[in-house]
């Protein structure tokens, strides 16, 4: 089974300043999708980023972006020029490539906090 | 973008009453869709997955008899709350994906949410 582990509970950055979240998964597959997702205080999961496995070129979505580690099974979200925005819950997400409704894998989330 | 709307947004019932929780996509035909229970600063709980004209399929210990899923057509799915008790307060999600391998990118789109509170 695919495994999604945050082991960052709590992160706070200063505003302006540049942040990164770590993510690490498990799976036996080769091919996967992998998303990062935003949860603010409306409880509105909204997607940020995601990343096609066999796409080794990191994705960027304006001060967004990823550090994919495919051998290392390692994907983190750094987030440039922090804005009060950005406080959030952040969710890294796996799931398979192939089969249509196949599930997401949620890690247990990092709590962001950004300081004026 | 793709829109998932939940609705109600909130509901507040009495224990023993039943609570219906409606998910639509409004702007694409969503093949699949997933109900989850969140409880405060935790992950998201998969409930169920749910494909239009078949049976949902329940995540292990989830009683399908008290959360009953019924996606009756391509843009909505529901989800009742049978005789609600107060341990079944939380806020539930559900997501959509458009069954398209590829071309969606394996996106899900969420809904807003639905918090319900049974007294």
């Known amino acids: 089974a695919q495994t999604v582990t945050q082991s960052q509970p709590e992160m706070s950055v200063q505003e302006a300043e540049t942040v990164t979240l770590s993510c690490t998964y498990d799976?036996?597959?080769?091919?996967?999708?992998l998303f990062w997702y935003k949860q603010p205080p409306s409880r509105q999961m909204i997607l940020v980023i995601r990343?096609?496995?066999?796409?080794?070129q990191n994705a960027t979505e304006n001060r967004f972006s990823v550090n994919f580690q495919k051998a290392a099974k390692s994907f983190s979200l750094k987030i440039s020029d922090s804005q009060l925005g950005d406080a959030a819950m952040y969710f890294c997400?796996?799931?398979?490539?192939?089969?249509?409704?196949?599930?997401?894998?949620f890690g247990e989330g990092t709590q962001l906090t950004v300081n004026p | 973008g793709a829109v998932v709307s939940q609705h109600p947004s909130r509901v507040i019932c009495k224990s023993g009453t039943s609570v219906k929780i409606e998910c639509r996509s409004l702007?694409?035909?969503?093949?699949?869709m997933f109900w989850y229970r969140q409880f405060p600063k935790k992950s998201l709980m998969l409930m169920a997955t749910?494909?239009?004209?078949?049976?949902?399929?329940?995540e292990q210990g989830v009683e399908k008899d008290k959360f009953l899923i019924n996606h009756a057509s391509l843009t909505l799915s529901t989800l009742t709350v049978t005789s609600a008790h107060p341990e079944d307060s939380s806020f539930y999600i559900c997501?959509?994906?458009?069954?398209?391998?590829?071309?969606?990118?394996?996106?899900?789109?969420f809904g807003p949410g639905t918090r319900l509170l049974v007294l």
């Open positions: 997501s959509a994906d458009m069954g398209v391998i590829r071309l969606a990118k394996e996106t899900q789109y």
């Open positions: 990343q096609e496995a066999y796409k080794q």
């Open positions: 997400a796996y799931r398979r490539v192939g089969t249509s409704g196949s599930r997401l894998t």
């Open positions: 749910s494909n239009e004209g078949s049976k949902a399929t329940y």
């Open positions: 702007d694409f035909q969503a093949t699949t």
């Open positions: 799976t036996s597959e080769s091919d996967y999708y």
